[in-house]
Antibody, heavy 121, light 107 residues
Framework: QVQLQESGPGLVKPSETLSLTCAVS????????WTWIRQPPGKGLEWIGY???????NYNPSLKSRVTISVDTSRNLFSLNLSSVTPADTAVYFC???????????????WGQGALVTVSS | DIQMTQSPSSVSASVGDRVTITCRAS??????LAWYQQKPGKAPKLLIY???SLQSGVPSRFGGSGSGTDFTLTISSLQPEDFATYYC?????????FGQGTTVEIK
């Protein structure tokens, strides 16, 4: 059973960079896409972006100028950097796996438990 | 971006009731729709993918249907553990987007 675990600072100051890591266990990063999703407190879900194990990325245009997702296959983890954060970036950040179905993206099948990141001075 | 609109926003139901949640996409998304269940303080859990395929381990009382722009999640006989918030999500076009959620509450 694949398991994902987010880690990183729970408090980030405005204008700084939010950095989170997602460690994957019980399976390899290979041949899968991996993604980040966030959820502000009491609100809905927003897709941030994905990375393929080879390093190919795709980001939500609403965040593209501030987001970088990277992968480290030797350590079986991938990471999220979100720069120039504001209080509006306060959210629970989830990492998840993206399975393919008939050559197309279909859903997010395994999720981490989520990491609350608060942006405040 | 494709807008996903769920209805109702909330529903009150009793154990044993049949519950139906609808999700409408602002553009055709073929069958690339997934449904998730989220309980407070937990990550979403995949229930249905490709509009009607039941994820492994999910009880058969959950069912999905639809294609194009209109989709439905049905819980055939509501159980105590089903009280939660449900989200639809389209995977047809970037950026991937979610519905605003439907909360199933105890009547």
């Amino acid at each position: 059973q694949v398991q994902l675990q987010e880690s990183g600072p729970g408090l980030v100051k405005p204008s700084e960079t939010l950095s989170l890591t997602c460690a994957v266990s019980g399976g390899s990063l290979s041949n899968y896409y991996w993604t980040w999703i966030r959820q502000p407190p009491g609100k809905g879900l927003e897709w941030i972006g994905y990375i393929y194990y080879s390093g190919n990325t795709n980001y939500n245009p609403s965040l593209k100028s501030r987001v970088t997702i990277s992968v480290d296959t030797s350590r079986n983890l991938f990471s999220l950097n979100l720069s120039s954060v504001t209080p509006a970036d306060t959210a629970v950040y989830f990492c998840a796996r993206v399975p393919m179905l008939r050559g197309a993206f279909s859903s997010f099948d395994f999720w981490g438990q989520g990491a609350l990141v608060t942006v405040s001075s | 971006d494709i807008q996903m609109t769920q209805s109702p926003s909330s529903v009150s139901a009793s154990v044993g009731d049949r519950v139906t949640i609808t999700c409408r996409a602002s553009q055709v998304i073929n069958s690339w729709l997934a449904w998730y269940q989220q309980k407070p303080g937990k990550a979403p859990k995949l229930l249905i993918y490709a509009a009607s395929s039941l994820q492994s381990g999910v009880p058969s009382r959950f069912g999905g249907s639809g294609s194009g722009t209109d989709f439905t999640l049905t819980i055939s006989s509501l159980q105590p553990e089903d009280f939660a918030t449900y989200y639809c999500q389209q995977a047809n076009s970037f950026p991937w987007t979610f519905g605003q959620g439907t909360t199933v509450e105890i009547k």
